[in-house]
């Protein structure tokens, strides 16, 4: 099933009792969410408390993991992560993982595509004009800013429809944060949908349309755009702000 053919009360992505395990180490407790399709939802927490585990674990790189994941209405808890992959979920890490002896352009075509349906590199060019000038520089010459921008393009390349995004704004300047929320705000128009573990929720606020607050691996807190601001104290708390 496509992400085009769901219906408007159909979730893109469905969480449901998710357990996950590095190890002995039981992290996640429980996980549910959802997201339905175009939609942000923002996952809020210390360090710690379970969101890139959340991540890891929907497309399979935890120990074991138990419970549903659904995507697209397709059971995905037994899958291997390059069949997820195919499912139509991207996910970009907090290290990025850019090869520093490669050049940008290189990096951005390295992945292989796993679904039809993904920007060509013009498209990611147009969309990105900062990689196009830098497309011959290597990895280790390319800024934090514009190599968060290329790990999220190699994404957008693969076809993936659905992404996971792990603290895209750590570590950058404001100039570089504000064009990275510029970019989640152009990919929510077009359709995607996004799943943002954020640790700054100035970030956040302005970009999601829900937000779950996770603490000790389960979520305590959901919240919309607007109750996010009358539960502030609340939220901060947990976050321990």
């Known amino acids: 099933m496509t992400a085009e053919l769901l219906e408007p009360h159909v979730a893109a992505l469905s969480v449901h009792n998710l357990h996950a395990w590095y190890g002995e180490s039981h992290i996640l ?5 959802s997201l339905g399709q175009g939609e942000i939802v923002a996952l ?4 710690g408390s379970g969101r890139t585990t959340t991540l890891r674990a929907i497309v ?3 120990d074991r993991r138990a419970g549903s994941i659904t995507v697209y209405q397709r059971e995905a808890i037994g899958m291997k992560p390059h069949l997820v992959a195919r499912l139509g979920i991207g996910y970009c890490p907090e290290e990025r993982g850019i090869f520093s002896s490669l050049s940008c352009e290189e990096n951005l075509m390295l992945p292989p595509k796993q679904r039809d349906g993904g920007m060509s590199v013009e498209q990611i060019y147009e969309l990105l004009p900062n990689l196009a000038e830098r497309r011959r520089a290597q990895g280790t010459r390319l800024s934090g800013g514009e190599q968060q921008m ?3 393009a190699r994404i957008l390349r693969s076809g993936a429809r659905i ?3 792990d603290e895209i704004s750590e570590g950058l300047a404001p100039v570089i944060v504000d064009r990275l929320f510029d970019l989640v705000i152009r990919l929510k128009s077009l359709g995607y949908t996004v799943l943002l573990v954020e ?4 970030f956040a606020q302005p970009l999601a349309d829900r937000f779950l607050v ?7 807190m959901q919240l919309t755009r607007d109750e996010l601001d009358g539960n502030a104290a609340a939220v ?4 321990g702000i």
């Open 44 to 47: 809020l927490g210390r360090n």
């Open 236 to 239: 901060d708390r947990v976050l």
């Open 150 to 152: 290329l790990a999220i």
């Open 214 to 220: 996770v603490e000790r691996g389960e979520v305590v």
């Open 163 to 165: 992404l996971l995004l």
């Open 29 to 33: 407790h429980g996980m549910n969410l």
């Open 199 to 202: 640790q700054n929720k100035y």
């Open 60 to 62: 399979g790189l935890v």
